[in-house]
């Protein structure tokens, strides 16, 4: 499985960035693509994920109310709608791909894209 992020940038504390993840090669044992964020010196954050068979997303605590992950199956793709950004917000943004016995498991997933950068300025 291969997975390209993409969509960071700077925008200012309360604006908007929506970030995209592409997946490529994914077989039935990938059922899962979450989002995972890394500011420096902090350990790995779970930030959002959701299954290709399921509506039912998951959220981590700094995602809830302010992003929204979705999917489209037929183009191999999620997006994480991220809304009234904070300074806070500002790190590396990572997709994987994998079949997490839970959602927010982070290690269970296999397949890491290369992160993208979110930078809030205050």
């Known amino acids: 499985v291969q997975l390209q992020a993409s969509g960071g940038g700077l925008v200012q504390a309360g604006g908007s960035l929506r970030l995209s993840c592409a997946v490529s090669g994914r077989s039935f044992n990938d059922d899962a693509v979450g989002w995972s964020r890394q500011a420096p010196g902090l350990d790995r954050e779970f930030v959002a994920a959701i299954r290709w068979s399921s509506n039912s997303p998951y959220y981590g605590d700094p995602a809830k109310g302010r992003f929204t992950i979705a999917r489209d199956n037929a183009r191999n793709t999620v997006w994480l709608q991220m809304n009234s950004l904070k300074a806070e917000d500002t790190a590396a943004y990572y997709c994987?791909?994998?079949?997490?016995?839970?959602?927010?498991?982070?290690?269970?997933?296999?397949?890491w894209g290369q992160g993208t950068q979110v930078t809030v300025s205050s």
């Open positions: 994987a791909s994998g079949s997490p016995s839970r959602l927010q498991s982070t290690l269970e997933y296999d397949s």
